[in-house]
């Protein structure tokens, strides 16, 4: 795969969640991961260009300036943080939460950072057309996959709502969250 230079920038980041995500349920860590990217857009108001929240891997391709984007990371690390505290006080289960020294001692700790180089899926996640000068089963298979996935910005660019805050037009609007 030809990777394009104007498509690498420090500007799409991927988020390796660590084995914490193993101690929930289902969708439940992609929920208050959705809360917490919520609270940090509302706070920081920044945009996001595109995002992703797979079972193991967040990414994003936010719209923000370059020094801009440690701060969003940052505040995202301390929202989740505050997210799965209240998260674990309304389970009752801070004693867990505590113990479990990988679990949340260091939010930072939480993720492995890596750049997020995958054209195709970056194209996808901003709401553009994949450009092949062929017929890609991958991409087809990507698009039939995002088409139904509730934690991605595909579905906000063909018209739907997901979990985050994801305006498409420059207009923001701020939700409130249970949490």
């Not at 989740?80 to 679990?103: G, S, T």
């Amino acid at each position: 795969m030809k990777i394009v230079s104007e498509h690498i920038s420090d500007k799409k980041l991927v988020l390796e969640m660590k084995s914490w995500r193993n101690h929930f349920k289902g969708e439940e860590v992609k929920d208050l991961i959705a809360i917490a990217i919520n609270r940090t857009i509302c706070e920081t108001n920044t945009r996001l260009k595109g995002y992703f929240i797979s079972d193991e891997r967040i990414y994003f391709v936010l719209h923000v300036l370059t020094e801009k984007k440690i701060i969003f990371i940052n505040h995202f690390l301390n929202e989740l943080h505050k997210v799965l505290v209240r998260h674990a006080v309304l389970n009752d289960e801070l004693d867990f939460y505590f113990k479990e020294r990988d679990l949340y001692n260091n939010v930072k700790q939480l993720f492995e950072y890596h750049d997020f180089f995958d054209v195709r899926l970056y194209h996808l996640l901003i709401g553009e057309k994949v450009k092949e000068c062929y017929d890609d089963p991958v991409v087809e298979e990507m698009t039939d996959y995002l088409a139904t996935y509730k934690y991605s910005s595909y579905r906000n660019y063909k018209g739907e709502k997901g979990p985050v805050i994801f305006p498409v037009s420059k207009r923001q609007v701020r939700r409130k969250s249970n949490y």
